[in-house]
């Protein structure tokens, strides 16, 4: 799969220095390619995880790029700073919201727990408390 990575980046840096690719305001193209080097490696990563779950699970694969949309969801929210109880409500929100959207939701849940060690089953708990009344 490295191959691929890397014959994805040339083709990005050759439409840098092309100007067919907008560069950045420094102009400093290698930590632009290299940033995007990073990013495709990790979205390779989330691809092939997800992948194996769903190919495992028996997923049609004209369904596949929404999981792996979810994956990279999952993975977006995981990279975000802030407390692992606030990163577990967002990605049960994200796995309804994904379920609304027609995705079933024990594929979903298999992607959390397999790929992400994240136990998304259960309700959703209430992001925030009714002040009770005297």
């Known amino acids: ?8 980046c040339e083709k990005y840096e ?19 390619v290299e940033g995007f080097r990073r990013g495709t490696a990790k979205n390779e990563e989330v691809r092939s995880a997800v992948a194996e779950v769903i190919s495992r699970i028996g997923v049609s694969t004209i369904t596949w790029p929404f999981y792996y949309d979810f994956g990279r969801t999952l993975a977006a929210l995981r990279d975000r700073s802030g407390s692992p109880e606030v990163h577990l409500k967002e990605a049960r929100m994200q796995l309804e919201l994904w379920v609304s959207r027609g995705l079933n939701r024990t594929v979903l849940e298999a992607i959390g727990r397999e ?3 994240l136990d998304l089953t259960g309700p959703i708990p209430t992001l925030a408390e009714t002040p009770e009344r005297a």
């Open 1 to 8: 799969m490295a191959k691929d990575i890397d014959r994805v």
């Open 14 to 32: 050759f439409k840098l220095r092309t100007g067919r690719m907008p560069t950045r305001v420094d102009n400093d193209r290698e930590k632009q």
């Open 115 to 117: 790929c992400f060690e």
